[in-house]
């Protein structure tokens, strides 16, 4: 009993550990990027007291278009992240890994992962109907989701930096921190608390299961490799995507973009059956302890990291 109540106890301690550093990372990058928004507005004022709405607006949307505060906050978020794990074994064990790489391998891991992008889809299809149906939409935190980089600061913080950061962060010090309560349990956890991170009920959803492919490939092959997905991911399917299919009308975009995603889902789906048996074999053998999962999603910080994302994501749900 004092045993079970002591493990327990232990569990809690790393679990609100984790959950308040991503927390405080997740506070600086708004912090940075809420300081130069404010910085920039007091500029405009004292260039031009009388400045019009229509001029804050225009400012606004430069601002959103810009990468550099956010690039400038993940640099910032990072380093807090290393000051508060330099004491750890975390950060020695980030980029280990436990299998070769085969180019198989990398193309199974790559279709399955691209393969997630229609559940993407098919969640904001059915999320967006359900709420129509009420009056509600989310329409804006899918296209928010959803959008290119419109600048070359954008671009590399949304199709480089990002992904590496992200990789860093939730696959490195998030799943690391956890990986001594067994790799199952590291890697969903790990995954939930990624999605969350979005504050986007849709893009959440596609960024959990996401999550769940970049840990396990980060964990037995190691995170350089999970780093490469992402990259490919965001660079490629994102922006690469858009700019190469802008010259087309939105229908034939549509048609392009769901036929190129299906196709991977299909490849996905044979790859899941194949190896099905490897999957089982896997959950089995590193199968959580019986509470962890119970343990970890009532710890007071996890709590608190996922009510203020929850709150983030309703907030995206607007009247129509």
Not at 1 to 23: G, R, W
Not at 276 to 281: A, M, V
Request: glycine share 8%; with cysteine; net charge positive.
């Amino acid at each position: 009993m004092n045993e079970t109540l002591n493990e327990k106890k232990e569990l809690k301690k790393t679990v609100n550990f984790m959950s308040l550093s991503v927390i405080f990372y997740n506070l600086i990058m708004i912090g940075v990027i809420m300081t130069q928004a404010i910085i920039e507005s007091v500029k405009l004022l004292k260039n031009d007291p009388n400045a019009s709405e229509a001029v804050f607006d225009n400012l606004q949307k430069e601002f959103i278009n810009s990468g550099t505060s956010s690039i400038i906050g993940v640099g910032a978020g990072l380093l807090l992240l290393l000051l508060i794990y330099r004491n750890k074994h975390v950060i020695g064990e980030i980029f280990s890994g436990n299998k070769i790489m085969t180019v198989q391998s990398f193309l199974c891991c790559f279709c399955v992962f691209m393969g997630v992008q229609t559940i993407f889809s098919a969640g904001a299809y059915g999320i967006e109907h359900g709420l129509n149906a009420v009056g509600y939409s989310v329409m804006g935190d899918i296209k928010e989701a959803s959008s290119s980089s419109m600048t070359i600061s954008m671009f590399l913080y949304a199709s480089v930096l990002a992904p590496v950061a992200e990789e860093l962060v939730y696959r490195g010090f998030v799943m690391r921190s956890l990986m001594k309560y067994g790799k199952v349990f590291a890697i969903v956890v790990s995954a939930i608390v990624f999605g969350a991170m979005h504050g986007n009920l849709v893009q959440g959803l596609f960024a959990t299961m996401a999550g769940l492919v970049l840990g396990y490939v980060a964990t037995e092959h190691s995170i350089k490799w999970s780093i490469l997905l992402h990259l490919l991911n965001n660079m490629v399917m994102g922006d690469l995507m858009s700019y190469l299919i802008k010259g087309f009308s939105t229908s034939t975009q549509t048609w392009i973009t769901n036929g190129i995603m299906g196709v991977f889902f299909i490849i996905a789906l044979i790859v899941l059956y194949r190896y099905r048996n490897n999957i089982k074999k896997y959950l089995a053998e590193f199968k959580p302890e019986k509470g962890y999962f119970k343990y970890a999603f009532t710890s007071v910080f996890m709590l608190i990291f996922l009510g203020l994302e929850l709150f983030m994501a309703i907030d995206g749900i607007t009247a129509i």
